[in-house]
């Protein structure tokens, strides 16, 4: 029998406990991520028993609709986006909590609508005036919301209630742009009030990085330069742009994913032990990771990053067309939809450690992973043996679609004579505990109904990943890219990102499945 224990969250009491009573009002709530996540993750609280009985959505976007048509609408979506089977009396306990508001982001009306809306919903489910707000919305309303909010009083908190914001990403698209948002938020509420989301800390096995590392005695004394050679962070999807060729062509991959996701894998991976899981302790070592990676120079973002766009190929046995031929993309678009590049932690622990990283569209494979290849023995015992089967030690976290850990380790195959075969040692989460579909902002959203900020992104933090991301972008505007298309759809990215590491002879390791 497996044993499980729950890490306590900041105010000392269990995860297990429900969300507080409070209304959630959705910007934008006729989106995809409302009824593909947000909807579909509130109601496997419900059926988790983790949504307080005193609860009520407001849904507010442009179109007109009446909560009636909203709760059909609902309704319908959840059948396709559900993770499991919905259950029809808790559905109907839940639907009958959610009400519409129509109104234009823009209109002061609008927000008086709400507030109108809101007294009336705290009222009748008695959600002791405790409000969040999910800014699903373009990024470009984020600042012009919470200063509507502001105006109308509805972000005030006293001692009998609270008030959240939940912002979207992107936030910001380079470092000034995210210092004035930050800048624009603050002067309405206060950093506490803010949650700031990145869905990949709602992912299992990316917060399972905080349990490996500090709940197990063995890893941390070899974590560090002495034992590790570098770390891989690989992202790969096998989608392309799907419909948001309109956002990606402005964002391209290096602003879609850099500073935000896979900078909180590399923090989560490089940063110090926490003195505690409070919010601020596990953000502040987040924080100072982010500090500590040095900025390249623009020779250094020639030599550390590469580029690249799709062209036509084939992923997962279909034809794919090239991003240039993706709707809402211009015939001649130089936007990245790859990106590799290689990083320097400047600190005690990973001084002269590479961190490789690289992400893309249309890889062959969906596979998030984390490689820390760790130190060759020394060969002496082994003159004899081929190079290439004395392979280094690698403990790979697999984030998706695998949720796992595997090593790799050499072993002497068996027979008369000294020979080496590599093997790997797999850990699979599902075989220990089973699997919970979930949409990953389950404990996002609880988190934030509790208060408890630890899993989103602090002002600081968000800047610090910019500053990274930067100076990579001020030398690819500056230098456009000549050879794009430079990868087929469905290959592992253009060539130069095999070199980057092969400079420095090491291997990229790529996982089929
Ligand atoms: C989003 C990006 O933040 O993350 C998308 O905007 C990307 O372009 C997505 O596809 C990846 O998320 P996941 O959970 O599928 O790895």
Not at 115 to 121: F, R, T
Not at 343 to 348: G, H, K, R, Y
Not at 496 to 505: H, N, P, T, V, Y
């Amino acid at each position: 029998m497996s044993h499980t224990a729950v890490l306590p969250s900041p105010t000392g009491t269990r995860i297990g406990r429900p969300g507080d009573p409070c209304v959630m009002v959705i910007f934008g709530a006729a989106g995809d991520l409302t009824r593909r996540k947000l909807i579909p993750a509130l109601y496997n609280l419900a059926n988790e028993q983790l949504l307080s009985r005193e609860f009520a959505i407001i849904g507010m976007a442009r179109s007109p609709m009446s909560n009636e048509q909203f709760r059909d609408r609902m309704s319908q979506d959840i059948r396709q986006f559900a993770t499991g089977p919905v259950d029809s009396d808790l559905w109907e306990w839940f639907v009958r909590r959610m009400y519409y508001v129509q109104g234009d982001f823009n209109d002061s009306g609008a927000y008086s609508r709400l507030q109108d809306a809101l007294q009336k919903v705290d009222k009748e489910h008695n959600t002791h005036g405790n409000f969040f707000f999910y800014l699903a919305t373009a990024p470009e309303f984020f600042g012009l919301v919470i200063e509507q909010l502001g105006r109308c009083g509805l972000v005030t908190e006293d001692n009998n209630h609270w008030r959240r914001v939940i912002v979207e990403k992107p936030f910001g698209h380079d470092v000034e742009s995210a210092k004035a948002l930050n800048g624009q938020i603050r002067k309405v509420i206060e950093e506490k009030q803010i949650y700031r989301i990145d869905h990949y800390l709602g992912k299992e096995t990316v917060q399972n990085i905080l349990a490996f590392r500090f709940a197990n005695g063995i890893f941390e004394p070899i974590w560090n330069r002495r034992y590790i050679d570098h770390v891989q962070i690989s992202v790969a999807e096998v989608v392309g742009v799907e419909q948001r060729g309109g956002y990606y062509d402005q964002s391209g991959a290096l602003r879609d994913m850099v500073p935000n996701h896979i900078m909180q894998l590399i923090s989560l991976t490089a940063m110090e032990p926490p003195i505690s899981f409070r919010a601020d302790a596990v953000r502040d070592e987040q924080a100072k990771i982010l500090h500590a990676i040095q900025p390249l120079s623009d020779q250094e973002v020639l030599t550390r990053t590469v580029r690249g766009q799709y062209g036509e190929g084939v992923v997962a046995g279909q034809r794919v067309n090239a991003y240039r031929e993706e709707p809402d993309v211009p015939h001649d678009s130089r936007t990245e939809t790859f990106v590799a590049m290689k990083l320097q932690i400047d600190n005690w622990r990973w001084a002269d450690v590479p961190f490789y990283l690289r992400t893309g569209k249309c890889m062959p494979v969906r596979n998030t992973h984390i490689v820390i290849q760790f130190r060759r023995a020394p060969f002496v015992l082994f003159r004899d043996t081929p190079v290439e089967n004395l392979n280094p030690n690698q403990l790979v976290l697999h984030i998706q679609p695998e949720e796992g850990i595997s090593l790799r380790f050499a072993a002497k195959t068996p027979g008369s004579i000294m020979r080496l075969g590599t093997v790997d040692m797999n850990f699979e989460y599902a075989d220990y505990f089973g699997v919970t579909p979930s949409t990953g902002y389950e404990r996002l959203l609880h988190d934030c109904m509790i208060g408890d900020a630890t899993l989103f992104q602090r002002a600081d933090m968000v800047e610090a990943g910019w500053c990274v991301v930067n100076p990579v972008l001020d030398v690819w505007k500056a230098l456009p890219p000549r050879n794009f298309p430079n990868y087929a759809a469905g290959t592992w990215g253009p060539k130069e990102a095999d070199d980057l590491l092969e400079r420095d002879g090491r291997r990229w390791r790529n996982f089929d499945k």
